[in-house]
């Protein structure tokens, strides 16, 4: 009996260890490198080209733009992930009922991605917004820039 129990705590152990790793696996880092969100990644994106507006050359009217792309894609996001949440408590709700239907929960899911999907397709439009804002003169800069920057990070 004692020899079944310690069996078992053994494979939970084992099968908790091996479903957890992954989970850890970029030490909770998102960015470009760590699949992060696409709408971080637009936010860091933005945030670079204004730390070194100066260094890439930004007219003030970039510069106006660049912080008017996001605020308009973090309050769309924030609105978006509301909905997205309030959803997935009605989905909640719906599968706790004892007459749950399969077709209302299943358009409940559907609404539920298809504010996923536009959530994504809001932070492509705005990442693309952003790199049309630039002149091929401040690409390079930015280019350069980031080039350095990444060096420095990995020698530390």
């Given at each position: 009996?004692?020899?079944?129990?310690?069996?078992t705590?053994?494979?939970?152990?084992a099968?908790?260890?091996?479903?957890?790793?992954?989970a850890?696996?970029d030490?909770?880092?998102?960015?470009?490198s760590k699949?992060?969100?696409l709408?971080?990644?637009f936010?860091?994106?933005?945030?670079?080209?204004?730390a070194?507006?100066?260094?890439i050359?930004l007219?003030e009217?970039?510069?106006a733009t660049?912080?008017?792309l996001?605020?308009?894609?973090?309050?769309s996001?924030?609105?978006k992930d509301?909905?997205i949440?309030?959803?997935?408590?009605?989905?909640k709700?719906?599968?706790?009922?004892d007459d749950a239907?399969l077709?209302?929960i299943?358009q409940l899911?559907?609404?539920?991605?298809?504010l996923?999907?536009a959530?994504?397709?809001?932070a492509i439009?705005?990442?693309l917004?952003l790199?049309?804002?630039?002149t091929?003169?401040q690409?390079?800069k930015?280019?350069a820039?980031?080039?350095?920057?990444?060096s420095k990070k990995?020698?530390?």
């Amino acid at each position: 009996m004692r020899k079944d129990v310690l069996k078992t705590m053994i494979c939970l152990a084992a099968a908790f260890s091996v479903m957890a790793a992954p989970a850890y696996a970029d030490h909770g880092q998102k960015g470009w490198s760590k699949g992060g969100d696409l709408e971080s990644k637009f936010l860091w994106k933005a945030g670079f080209l204004l730390a070194h507006e100066e260094e890439i050359g930004l007219t003030e009217e970039q510069v106006a733009t660049i912080e008017q792309l996001k605020m308009d894609v973090k309050k769309s996001s924030i609105r978006k992930d509301a909905e997205i949440d309030i959803l997935a408590l009605d989905i909640k709700s719906a599968l706790k009922a004892d007459d749950a239907s399969l077709e209302a929960i299943n358009q409940l899911v559907d609404q539920k991605y298809e504010l996923k999907k536009a959530k994504a397709k809001d932070a492509i439009a705005a990442s693309l917004q952003l790199k049309n804002l630039l002149t091929e003169e401040q690409k390079a800069k930015k280019k350069a820039l980031y080039s350095e920057s990444r060096s420095k990070k990995d020698s530390e």
